[in-house]
C-alpha cells in the first residue's frame, strides 16, 4: 500500500489515507461530496451490527481495527449497501492496497448525513500535491462546530463514496479553510480539485 498522508491544517494530526477507488460509486450516489464524523464499530447499535453481519460485511471483533468494519474486495463493491438510510447509517470505502494480486477496500461507517456538504464549500484549489478548500459562512460554522465537537477523534472527507482523508482532529478550527496535502503528485491534487469544484452549485 502506498500510503498518503493528508493535513487539514495545523490542527490536525496526519490523516490515514490512501489510493482512492477508481469507481466505487453507485449511481445514486453520483456527485457526492461530505466531511463526516466516523462512526467507530463500538458505536453502532447492535440492530445494525446484526444487518451488517447478515450481509457478510462485519468483521468479528476479534479481527476488527477500528474505525474499520471490513475489507472487501474490489470485485465485491457492486454487491455492497452503501445506504442504511432507517438506521441512519451510510458506507465508505477506501482502498487499503493495490498490488498485482488483488485490490482490497477498507469500510468505514458514518452518519447518514454529512456534518458539511458541497453546499458549504465556496472554492476548490489546487497547489502543487495539495487541495486547499474554503468554505462559506454557513460551513465555516459548521466545520468549527465539527472540530470542536470531535476534538480527538477522526473525521472523513469523502467524495462519491470514497474517503480520500481520516484525518484525527486536535483542535478546534476556525479559519473556513482545510488544506488536503500529501496527494500522490500535481495531477492528482488538480483532478481532485476540479472534481469537488465541479459539484459546487
Not at 477507488?21 to 453502532?44: D, K, M, S, V
Not at 458506507?91 to 452518519?111: G, K, Q
Request: net charge negative; hydrophobic share 40%; glycine share 4%.
Amino acid at each position: 500500500m502506498r500510503t498518503i498522508t493528508l493535513l487539514l491544517l495545523p490542527c490536525f494530526l496526519p490523516a490515514v489515507s490512501c489510493k482512492p477507488a477508481e469507481q466505487p460509486a453507485t449511481q445514486e450516489e453520483a456527485r457526492h461530496f461530505g466531511i463526516y464524523a466516523i462512526l467507530t464499530p463500538n458505536e453502532l447499535s447492535a440492530s445494525f451490527a446484526a444487518v451488517l453481519k447478515a450481509d457478510s460485511i462485519l468483521m468479528p471483533a476479534s479481527e476488527m481495527q477500528s474505525p474499520f468494519l471490513a475489507s472487501i474486495r474490489q470485485e465485491d463493491l457492486p454487491r455492497l449497501n452503501m445506504e442504511y438510510e432507517q438506521d441512519g447509517v451510510r458506507l465508505a470505502v477506501m482502498r487499503i492496497n493495490d498490488d498485482a494480486l488483488s485490490t482490497r477496500y477498507a469500510i468505514v461507517a458514518l452518519p447518514y448525513n454529512a456534518a458539511l456538504d458541497i453546499s458549504d464549500v465556496q472554492k476548490a484549489t489546487p497547489g502543487n500535491n495539495n487541495v486547499d478548500l474554503q468554505f462559506n459562512m454557513e460551513g465555516s460554522r459548521k466545520w468549527a462546530d465539527l472540530t470542536r465537537s470531535n476534538t480527538g477523534r477522526m473525521v472523513a472527507f469523502v467524495v462519491d463514496n470514497t474517503v480520500y482523508s481520516m484525518p484525527y482532529v486536535k483542535a478546534e478550527i476556525r479559519t473556513g479553510t482545510a488544506r488536503i496535502s500529501g496527494l500522490e503528485n500535481e495531477e492528482t491534487a488538480e483532478n481532485l480539485s476540479l472534481l469537488i469544484s465541479s459539484y459546487i452549485p
